[in-house]
């Protein structure tokens, strides 16, 4: 009898051992955390995790050691003092298992975030293929998220760091590889892109919905979010039941008359959709959070344009969103500002990525560690994808080697700064003259002897195109129909014809001398 009972007990304690074996979870590293990456040089490294609840995981970096235990969450973190190691090393991670992270390098890690112009890869972008055949750049490293969509905040992401190569640089995007290849470049240190972009996305997708939520001006979005989700299961069914099969009549139809098929409807927008406020930054932001990073590049606002006037708050709110939960103070966010786009208008007239561009422009200089990269030359009529992303990715590293890195370069196109009203004519003042103004034949101005793109009114606020000279660091605007000049605006349409730069070749930023309403701005209610 005591024999069976040991028997007994001793089973019970084999399997015992046998369900904590199967249930113990191995040390792993966030996602971020690969080999090749690259550690942001200069200040505190944050390295996190998971393990099983209560494990101790130590991690080792050269002659540095920190150990930290994971809590009931199963997360751990540690944070090491700044890290001077030159050229390659390993991180090493031990608990009851082991991992050794090869070939990491200490460098600096900026973000590139966006819409579809970050998202746009180096293949697709001008010269391509003489681009990816230069492209061996061994220490600048590149990591594409894995996008992903979620309700709620994730804190993990999928994706891997890879030193730049001609196999693989063309699945970068553009934007981020020629902004980084500058980088790399001028300063001589490795450099880190982290590519977390999606196209077709507005502002609020990449922001958290508590930072949304924080304030009532975007209680109008959530409503109708609330509306668009409870509807969601009855336009699934509906979907799945009367427009697919439809769709494929269709498609056979087509097909048997040998024509172009018709696209696929798109699924109904439900709880999992890419653009519902808070999806993208709880799945493709928050998982690289704290990661130390230098800065972040941001591409995007082409879906806000309808509602350029809330992305005055609405793109301030997002960076100080990502700023606070990141922790690392008021780190660089270099805007890249809309490119000229849709058809050429013959006349003065208002215009929605005007007011978008002027919303970038604001948010960038009413911060002092904002940047502005304008492309207001390099875009396309008829293409929102235009392909000269090189110039783009120029200016973005101009405006950090400029300020976040306090090189003595001209790192800005002219910029308004003051007007001043001189008879019958408008005196314009500039910022970042550079070493002069000029004017630049670009695609869209091929008129080397005539600056253009400048609008004059009176305080009847009825706009005609100007004439306009440079005199000095100044452009004199004047028109033989406005005897009483109020206001000057400049490259003011969604595809303004406009050519005044410094002569450094940086193009001067569009903008506008009045403050009258603009046509994507709230108006109070009649009476």
Known sequence: MHRARFAH????????????????????????????????????????GKAEVGEQVTVTIG???????????????????????????????????????TNVVMGDVWICSGQSNMAMTVRGCRNAAEEIAAASHPDLRLFNCSRQVSPEPLD???????????????????????????????????????????????????????????????????????????????????????????????????????????????????????????NLFNAMINPIIPMAIKGTTWYQGEANASRAWQYRSLLPTMIEDWRERWGQGDFPFIIVQLANFLAIEEQPAEATWAELREAQTMTALNDPQGGLAVAIEVGNATNIHPKNKQTVGLRLALWALGTTYDQDIVYSGPMYASKRTEGNTIRIFFDHVGSGLCRRVTENAPFPTRLIGF??????????????????????????????????????ANNPVCNLFNKEGLAANPFRTDNWPMITQPQPPTE
């Open 9 to 48: 007990v001793t089973l019970l304690v084999a399997l015992t051992l046998t369900v904590r074996i199967a249930v113990h979870a191995d040390v792993t590293l966030n996602g971020m955390f690969t080999d090749n990456m690259v550690l942001q040089r200069d200040i505190d490294v944050p390295i996190f």
């Open 63 to 101: 002659d540095q050691t920190q150990t930290a235990t994971a809590g009931e969450d199963g997360k751990w973190m540690v944070t090491f003092a700044p890290i001077e190691i030159v050229g390659a090393f390993e991180v090493k991670v031990a608990a009851t298992n082991e991992i050794t992270l």
């Open 156 to 278: 993990d992401c999928t994706g891997a760091w890879v030193p730049c190569t001609p196999e693989v640089v063309g699945g970068f995007s553009g934007v981020g590889y020629f902004f980084g290849r500058k980088l790399h470049e001028d300063l001589g240190v490795p450099i880190g892109l982290v590519n977390t972009s999606w196209g077709g996305t507005p502002a609020e997708a990449w922001t958290s919905t508590e930072k949304l939520l924080s304030t009532g001006e975007y209680q109008a979005t959530f409503e109708a979010w609330v509306t668009i989700i409870e509807d969601y299961p009855a336009a699934l069914e509906e979907y799945e039941n009367e427009t697919v099969p439809a769709w494929g009549k269709k498609v056979a139809e087509a097909k048997a008359a040998g024509q172009t098929p018709p696209r696929k409807p798109r699924t109904p927008p439900g709880p999992n959709y890419y653009r519902r406020p808070g």
């Open 455 to 492: 609008q004059i009114a009176d305080q009847h606020r009825d706009w005609h195109w100007a004439d306009a000279w440079i005199d000095g660091d100044t452009v004199v605007v004047s028109s033989d129909v406005v005897k009483h000049p109020t206001a000057v605006r400049y490259g003011w």
